[in-house]
């Protein structure tokens, strides 16, 4: 039988033969401990194969690489000096330069804590769940952290669109 998978590209899946005696009792499995946890064990049906794989990895694979990817994007083109692109020399930085200059000096303008935690984040790679028990916090803290940061970004870059 074939179930698709989810491996690092999450907009494509990758599909693999498993035997179909494995996939029953894989089934099987799933059907068991969910019957044990219901309260309701009439609600409780068996799941394909392929329920089971995207309920349980493909799903929280793709949430992980998506947020990843959603966190990354806006401050990954540059390197922390903001002299090159990464990755992407053929690509003119004109018309984004400016707005990469104000960035920085938005950046600069952070507490130097605020400021630590966007390196860690966006250019050691570093995720937050990781910060969190480096420094003893729950993950929802550093979330915390990072909206707060972000907020202060946006109110510094747009007080800075309104002065000349």
Not at 82 to 110: F, P
Not at 114 to 130: A, G, P, T, Y
Not at 141 to 146: E, N, Q, W, Y
């Amino acid at each position: 039988m074939k179930i698709y998978v989810f491996y690092e590209d999450n907009r494509n899946r990758t599909p693999i033969e498993v035997p179909d005696e494995e996939c029953a009792a894989w089934v099987e499995r799933d059907y068991q401990k969910r019957l044990a946890d219901a309260e309701d064990k009439s609600s409780v049906l068996r799941r394909t194969p392929q329920e089971i794989m995207d309920e349980d990895f493909n799903r929280p694979t793709y949430n992980n690489q998506h947020a990843e990817t959603r966190r990354h994007v806006s401050l990954d083109a540059l390197d922390p000096t903001g002299d090159t692109l990464i990755g992407a020399e053929d690509v003119e930085l004109d018309l984004r330069e400016v707005e990469y200059a104000n960035l920085y000096e938005a950046i600069r303008q952070l507490e130097p804590q605020q400021q630590e935690m966007l390196r860690k984040v966006f250019w050691m790679d570093i995720k937050e769940i990781e910060i969190a028990k480096a420094e003893g916090l729950n993950r929802s803290s550093v979330s915390m952290r990072m909206v707060r940061i972000y907020s202060r970004l946006k109110k510094i870059l747009e007080k800075k669109q309104q002065t000349p």
